[in-house]
């Protein structure tokens, strides 16, 4: 493929104008028929990375994933640009199983997303044996080893599953937590071919880490839900009991709340997750069984009620914040307690019973491991970013200036120099980035909530009107863009990113009549200033 078509590609569909670290080479290790593994943060783009050369090349893509809610999500994303694609999972009826597979043999769908159990059932087998197959992708691959924190034994199908294919198709793996051991184990048990390896680093910049030695976590909890108000916000709780306390205590409190957790029906699970992706509720409460695969770019903080069982998890929870590249907050409210939970459940797991006593017991050694090591996180006095990035085998300085023990340093040393040289990486992390109209001038204004509030009341009708997510339509990233630049025609709107030219045809002439009408009613002129080269986070 050309390079243009590529660029072309990733505006058309997906509104961007450049890759971000690492997608453009997993990108064109899959285009060229290589294996691939990407091991990319939270937030970092790993979907584009399968989604693009899906729509390149020639056959169909299968994205393995074993998270029925990214599923949907990306699904709905895909067909919102005109892409035609569909999920195989067990929140289909048999009826609309068939019905799908029944598609997806006449060729209608570029990608399908499956759930691992379903690769060998003899439905999925026969439609696949006589189908174009070029990619398989594999979501979440940190599953497949035994030695990883989240092993889940039906990824050990997806080697068999390959193997039974006629042809070969190009692997892509593709994770955000994997230490180096668990990366060598993937390799082996995938039968990865030469991959092309990709880590672009563990580090997001735009969240700040808090840990809080909390007497009274309820009293704490409710000061930080103070101060993010109005904020979309997880707070994961260890175990179920204590995720319907601590609901049962913010919904007396009047807050906008939902809750989620494995002992809830199907459909009190399904209907809380979605008044929460549709922000008919800001918080969500729950265990670690809510949140692999929930695409919501604009959860502005994350509370962990209790110590995880280590820093993958953490890492992974406090990870679905801030997915947008805004600034958001991650806390820890840690207590002794925690530990000794965690204990309990590390000596009682018997979550996988096909192991033998002795991989069982290395295993519950491994996690015993790294519950130490989550619990010495809780406990350090220097940087949480660097300790974390450590962890993951990542070089990083002593001091980020943007984590609570960071921030204490400064304060208790009182330089207000010092302060004034970190308040950009603080503050400023997702960058910025200037549009150059038609004009040649760029209106450009730093901050114009009333527009912005006008913008996401559209949004939210939209969303409404065509039933998805509101982010489905244009993320908060997008409307602050277009709330600074105010963009007054298609090309300027199709500068802004995350405005494609597919969202454009649907969206884009409400937004900029929005705009326009907004523009005619202030006084929006600023003096030209001097383009910078554009820069785009996404």
Request: charged share 30%.
């Amino acid at each position: 493929m050309e390079e243009q078509d590529k660029y072309g590609m990733l505006k058309r569909y997906f509104g961007y104008d450049a890759f971000r670290d690492g997608q453009e080479s997993l990108i064109d290790g899959m285009l060229a028929g290589r294996d691939v593994f990407g091991i990319m943060p939270t937030g970092a783009g790993k979907s584009i990375c399968y989604q693009l050369p899906a729509l390149m090349l020639r056959g169909i893509t299968l994205v393995i994933s074993p998270l029925i809610s990214l599923m949907k999500d990306q699904v709905a994303a895909l067909n919102q640009v005109g892409v035609y694609a569909a999920y195989l999972n067990s929140s289909l009826t048999q009826g609309q199983y068939f019905k799908a597979l029944d598609f997806a043999r006449k060729g209608k769908y570029k990608i399908i997303y499956v759930a691992p159990e379903r690769l060998l059932t003899d439905s999925f087998l026969d439609f696949a044996v006589n189908a174009d197959i070029s990619c398989v992708s594999v979501d979440e691959v940190h599953c497949v080893s035994q030695w990883g924190q989240d092993f889940r034994p039906g990824y050990l199908k997806i080697v068999d599953f390959i193997d039974r294919l006629p042809k070969r198709p190009v692997v892509g793996a593709f994770t955000a937590t994997a230490t180096k051991e668990v990366r060598d184990d993937v390799m082996r048990i995938l039968k990865l071919n030469n991959p092309k390896i990709v880590t672009t680093g563990f580090d997001r910049k735009n969240l700040s880490f808090y840990v809080k030695h909390a007497k009274d976590k309820k009293a704490e909890l409710l000061g930080l839900l103070r101060k993010h108000y109005g904020d979309s916000g997880i707070i994961y709780c260890i175990t179920r009991k204590l995720v319907d306390e601590v609901y049962g205590m913010l919904s007396e409190r009047g807050v906008e709340v939902s809750r989620y957790h494995a002992g809830m029906t199907d459909e009190e699970r399904c209907r809380n997750q979605e008044a929460f992706i549709y922000d008919r509720t800001h918080v969500m409460v729950a265990t670690n069984a809510f949140g692999m695969g929930i695409d919501k770019p604009d959860v502005r903080f994350v509370i962990h009620y209790n110590m995880p069982k280590n820093m993958e998890s953490y890492y992974q929870e406090a990870g679905r914040a801030g997915r947008d590249g805004e600034k958001a907050d991650c806390y820890l409210l840690y207590s002794p307690q925690d530990v000794h939970t965690n204990q309990f459940f590390i000596e009682n797991n018997r979550e996988n019973e096909e192991l033998s006593d002795t991989e069982r017991e290395h295993v519950m050694e491994k996690d015993r491991e790294r519950l130490k090591k989550m619990v010495f996180y809780c406990h350090t006095k220097y940087c949480y970013r660097k300790y974390m990035l450590n962890y993951f085998g990542e070089k990083a300085d002593s001091f980020c200036g943007g984590c609570g023990n960071c921030i204490r340093k400064l304060e208790a040393e009182q330089y207000q120099e010092k302060q004034e040289r970190y308040s950009g990486r603080i503050n400023d992390m997702a960058g910025a980035r200037q549009l150059v109209p038609a004009d040649g001038k760029i209106r450009r204004v730093s901050d114009n909530p009333e527009l912005y509030d006008q913008l996401r009341l559209l949004r939210n009708r939209l969303a409404k009107e065509t039933e998805v997510p509101a982010y489905v339509i244009f993320t908060d990233k997008t409307l602050k863009e277009m709330s600074m630049y105010l963009p007054s025609s298609r090309e300027e709107l199709l500068e802004i990113s995350g405005v494609g030219q597919a969202k454009y045809d649907k969206f884009g002439q409400a937004f900029i009549d929005t705009i326009n009408k907004y523009a005619d009613s202030h006084d929006t002129s600023q003096e030209p200033v001097r383009a910078k080269a554009k820069i785009v986070f996404h």
